[in-house]
Each structure stands twice: as C-alpha cells, then as structure tokens.
C-alpha cells in the first residue's frame, strides 16, 4: 500500500516484495496536469529521468526510479461517466480498488479485473495487467482514450486508433510520458456467480478447451507435486449484493486458510525446502471449496497477505496443455522445491506493439517464489522453459529478458522505439532497466 509518509527525498524506495530497493533523489506528488507537466521540463532540463511509481506491486524494475521519482497518489478519481457510450474517464493515479465501487454509484463496472487490486490503473494498463476470460483482454484494451504528458513537458490527449501512437501507448511501460487521464469502455453494473472446485490435474486438463469457452472467467492453481488443481469458475448475473455477513465470513476463512495456514506452510518450507513437495499436496487437500455470489468488484480480487516473487509468462493458447505436462512431468521427478501453486489464466489476443498476446488467444502462467527462499534457479528454469513454448514475460514480472530476446519477441519492436523516440526525445522516462530491456 503505498505510504505518503515514505515520500521524502533520498529516502530508499522498494517495491512491495521488497525485491527492488533505489534512492532517488527527487521524489514528487503532483495535484495537477500542471504540476506534472513542471517536473518532466524540469527532468528535461536537468538530464534526469522519472519514473512514476504507481503503487509499487511490480516485481521487476520497470517502475524503479533512478533519479526523480513521481506519484499520482493526489491524482485518484472518476472524472466523468458517459452513460450512452458506456465509458467513464479516471485520474490515472486512481487505485484499482477505488474504481468499482465508484463505477457502481453510476450503474457500471470495469469489464475485467485481476486477483490483485493494489495497483494504480496507470500502473495496470501500462504493464497490461490482466484477469482471467479466453474472451476478454487486459485492462489496456478497454482504453478508449489516453491523456499523458511527455517527454517534452507537452500534455496531449489521444482517442484509440489502428495509428501508431495507439499501438505504442496500448502497453508502454511509461517509456512515451507520464499518463495523467485515461478513459476507459466498462459496462453495466453485474455480479458474479463465482463457484470453487478441488479437480484432478488429468481431468482438468482433458475438459480444459471446453470449459473456458463455456464459462466467462476460468482460473487454476496447479499445485506442484501433487495431482490437484483448483479450478475457480466464474459468470455474469444480474446484481446482487452479498451481505456484510457473508463478507465477513469469506474475508476471515481467506485469510485463515489462503494466508494464514499457507504462510505457516511457506515458513516451513523456507526453513527446509526439502519439505516442499509433501506442504504443496496439504495445501492441495485443503483448497476451499465453495460458492458465492457478489458484485463484481467484491469478487473478483483475493487478499494476498504472504508476499512473494513472481514471473508470470503469455503462451499461445494451443501450446498450454503441452506446457502444463511438461510442467507436470517435471515436478513428478521431485527435483525442484517448490511450494507455492501455478496460477493460470487466459485472455483474448489483442493489438499493441508490446502486447505478450501478440494478437493470439493466450494462456498466462505465473510462477511464485516464497519471499526469502531464492527465486533464481526457479526463475530460470522456467525461463528457459517458456522459451519453448514462445513464452513473453507480464512486464511487471521477473524474468531473464534480454534486448535479443525483445527484438525476437515482438516484429514491431522498431516501430515501438521510433513512436518512443518521437515522444521523448531526451530520454525523460528511459532508464537504464529499459534500455537494457530495448536497445541492442
């Protein structure tokens, strides 16, 4: 959660798993498109670069500042609501946890949402942060309209097109300005009927086409070294608001059962890894398993109190159950220790030259590392895994990206860089993390 009592110069900065840590020697809280207009000329004048922060939950260093730091955290709210174009327009500071009910007061809701609500819409739709639903895309997509200042210090409004500049802003990374406003399509108001289920892995596996296109949400946690799945199924109704009550009770057995015993589980695993496979199949033989029905924003984030590392890949949707029994196969022999379930979720293929879809329907795997235990030896090998299986990284996850791999990655690598190079010319928003991710 992001602290304004922190926000004082030259004191340290980390991310929220704590694995990103920097100094920077500006830090600022702009209340205006005005007063963020005067610290990129400022950046400008001085040869210094920004980066804006977000609410730190990115795992890798795009959001790292290397000299001046900035927050939209003054910058939160809903603008404006187009009732018959069905659009609503936010600060871009605005946390993604305000956003439903806000959108609620109105009659509307986002389109999509993930498991984690922390983040700023700025931060989520710049690192096409996404949820679950082979026919919904990320957050990103829903843009309709981008309001951002660049490199120059010129603030600029830009309606979604097929042009360039769409294409580059659709996941940018922060690397063409600092984004201020957004306006974004959502929908009417609905609710969620959101049904929980302990599976086997070979059946999931085998009813795995079939069940995301009969259902509008469809996530599973793969639980290493064991037969199990937990497969979390989700559709649309018309709304209906759960009772406090029933909130209470969902909020305390998530937290007794998904944050507590789990990380009792992880401690024990830290202390002896060799203990991993034997605590994933207890957490396995005790996945809740239930029902509930709810607005839309109360269902779908989970709270996440055990912090951890994470690298999370887009595959191609055709290549996901190859993946997974590979995955499977591999944990079978028992010669990784690791605890902490595979998240997996799949989204619409869409446009954007950074985009990890790529246009393809596409399967998303996320990789946890328990914080504390070394990530390193995982993270590579499902680096060299996703490699494969033509695997692009969520921007704001760990990997072992290279600028070769990007330029293999992504056809309209080039095109990416000369819309960045036209909009920030002096390098305000390219820090030394990207360059190493872009410039060959």
């Not at 927050?71 to 936010?90: C, D, P, W, Y």
């Not at 009659?107 to 949820?131: P, V, Y």
């Not at 500049?165 to 009927?193: C, D, F, N, R, W």
């Amino acid at each position: 959660m992001f602290s304004v009592g922190k926000w004082k110069n030259g004191e340290k900065w980390t991310n929220w798993a704590g694995n990103i840590i920097s100094y920077p020697s500006e830090m600022y809280l702009p209340r205006s498109i005005e007063e963020v207009v005067n610290v990129v000329s400022h950046a400008r004048d001085t040869t210094k670069t920004i980066r804006v922060t977000g609410a730190a939950h990115s795992f890798s260093a795009v959001a790292m500042p290397e000299h001046i730091a900035l927050s939209l955290h003054n910058m939160r709210g809903l603008i404006a609501v187009n009732s018959e174009k069905q659009e609503a327009t936010f600060w871009a500071g605005t946390y993604l946890y305000e956003m439903g009910p806000l959108l609620a007061k109105h009659g509307f809701a986002l389109m999509n949402m993930g498991d984690i609500q922390e983040q700023t819409i700025a931060g989520a739709i710049s690192t096409g942060t996404h949820g679950t639903g082979v026919t919904l895309g990320s957050l990103s997509s829903t843009v309709t309209a981008w309001g951002f200042v660049d490199g120059t210090g010129t603030y600029r409004e830009h309606l979604r097109g097929t042009d360039a500049l769409s294409e580059a802003i659709h996941v940018s990374l922060g690397m063409l300005g600092v984004l201020v406003k957004v306006t974004m399509q959502v929908m009417p108001l609905y609710s969620l009927h959101y049904v929980g289920t302990r599976e086997t892995f070979t059946k999931g596996l085998a009813t795995y086409r079939e069940d995301i296109r009969q259902h509008r949400h469809v996530e599973w946690f793969y639980f290493p070294s064991s037969e199990t799945i937990q497969v979390k199924r989700m559709n649309a109704m018309a709304p209906v608001y759960q009772s406090e009550w029933s909130k209470r009770v969902e909020t305390l057995k998530l937290q007794i059962v998904e944050n507590g015993a789990f990380f009792a589980i992880s401690e024990l695993c830290k202390w002896k890894p060799s203990l991993s496979g034997a605590m994933s199949r207890l957490a396995a033989a005790n996945v809740i398993e239930g029902e509930k029905v709810g607005i839309s924003y109360e269902i779908y984030p989970s709270p996440r109190s055990v912090k951890f590392q994470e690298s999370e890949y887009a595959i191609p949707l055709t290549q996901f159950e190859a993946c997974m029994e590979e995955i499977h196969e591999t944990f079978k022999k028992g010669h990784l220790n690791f605890h902490f379930p595979l998240e997996c979720r799949t989204t619409a293929g869409e446009a954007g030259y950074l985009s990890p879809t790529q246009g393809q329907e596409s399967a998303f795997i996320a990789f946890h590392m328990y914080k504390g235990m070394s990530e390193e030896p995982y993270f590579k090998w499902v680096h060299t895994l996703m490699q494969k299986y033509k695997g692009r990284p969520h921007w704001g996850k760990q990997s072992h990206l290279t600028a070769e791999h990007v330029h293999g990655l992504y056809p309209a690598i080039d095109k990416f860089l000369e819309v960045r190079a036209l909009y920030d010319p002096d390098d305000v928003f390219f820090t030394g993390y990207l360059k190493k991710l872009f410039v060959l």
